[in-house]
């Protein structure tokens, strides 16, 4: 395995840690939740979906707005970097459909238990990262060298 140099960048990304933890720290002291997007997502989607009159919390709200407002102001100070995706929309269906599914079994999602939980010492979130990064590091085993 070789290093691409030219494109580590890792003061960017411990700032770019130091932000997310602060969030999900101020997001704790705030509301007294956690900021896993998988549930702040699903409440209002919950309540859209279920056709009923419950009103979503406003914080779960205006997170979720800042998470598509955020790209935006990124733009603002720098372009955004380049994305490309080298499988079709079929593969991209069946694993959102599969992370979903992870996400329901394990009762939480990357930045809940991973961001979060593990701030927190939290024996359940350590077991689910390493599940999740487990899970990861055999489907690219599998899909880059068995196939």
Known sequence: MTIDWSHFTP???LAGGVVIGLAA???LLANGRIAGIAGIVASPL???????SLRPDANRLLFIVGLLVAPWVWRLAAPLPAATVDVGTASL???????GVGVRMGNGCTSGHGVCGLSRFSGRSLV???AFMGAGFATVFVL????
């Open 144 to 147: 880059r060298h068995l196939f």
């Open 46 to 52: 919950r309540a859209l979906l279920a056709g009923t």
């Open 25 to 27: 720290a101020l997001y």
């Open 11 to 13: 003061w960017a990304s």
């Open 128 to 130: 689910n990262v390493l």
């Open 93 to 99: 269906v069946v694993a959102g459909l599969l992370v």
